[in-house]
């Protein structure tokens, strides 16, 4: 079955770039979104199909997908962007399929 | 704006069943796939499968088929999901959450998740 591979944790300087990388063989040949999930609150998506943002997400996040890693980045990070983040990859023959998270600290 | 309301929490006993709802509106309640995902108390998410509302078509994940029935109705805009024979590492938070147009794709939004909690 296929795999998605997170880094358990990532810490950043608050007004710093936070990169959190989600790696599977060929992700990049997939789409891969990204979740946001907070203490106690259902995942947002912040990124769809590889490096779009939905509408209210900050322009702060931004995403990339190429090779076998896809890249969520966060430029200027504040402390409300603390939370765990997920990624998910998907193709027509690939069932859903998440990362293990991945919890950003703002220190 | 599109909503998904799903049930209260919920206690069982190993070996039982629990159906949880998940209600849709702001939206063509047809019109999009529902899935399901469950997150283990302080674990990761994990995929449990999904409902096309339109025919009725299910999808689940390999884990779960045999004891997992997802169900939907339309009149109300409802999904349902229902688990047997429960043991105690299914104690999870569950989602459901709207998918796309198709079977595969991202996941907006996302239901504010029901609490099963399985004890004897």
């Known amino acids: 079955s296929y795999e998605l591979t997170q880094p358990p944790s990532v810490s950043v300087s608050p007004g710093q770039t936070a990169s959190i990388t989600c790696f599977g063989d060929k992700l990049g040949d997939k789409f891969a979104c990204w979740y946001q999930q907070k203490p106690g609150q259902s995942p947002v998506l912040v990124i769809y199909q590889d490096t779009k943002r939905p509408s209210g997400i900050p322009e702060r996040f931004s995403g990339s997908n190429s090779g076998n890693t896809a890249t969520l980045t966060i430029s200027g990070t504040q402390a409300m962007d603390e939370a765990d983040y997920y990624c998910q990859a998907w193709d027509s023959s690939t069932p859903v399929v998440f990362g293990g998270g991945t919890k950003l600290t703002v220190l | 704006q599109v909503q998904l309301v799903q049930s209260g929490a919920e206690v069982k006993k190993p070996g039982a069943s629990v159906k949880v709802s998940c209600k849709a509106s702001?939206?063509?309640?047809?019109?999009?796939?529902m899935h399901w995902v469950r997150q283990a108390p302080g674990q990761g998410l994990e995929w449990m499968g999904w409902i096309n509302p339109n025919s009725g078509g299910t999808n689940y994940a390999q884990k779960f088929q045999g004891r997992v029935t997802m169900t939907r109705d339309t009149s109300i805009n409802t999904a349902y999901m229902e688990l047997n024979r429960l043991r105690s590492d299914d104690t999870a938070l569950y989602y459901c959450a709207r998918g796309g147009v198709g079977a595969t794709g991202w996941f907006d939004p996302w239901g504010q998740g029901t609490l099963v909690t399985v004890s004897s």
């Open positions: 702001g939206y063509t309640f047809t019109g999009y796939y």
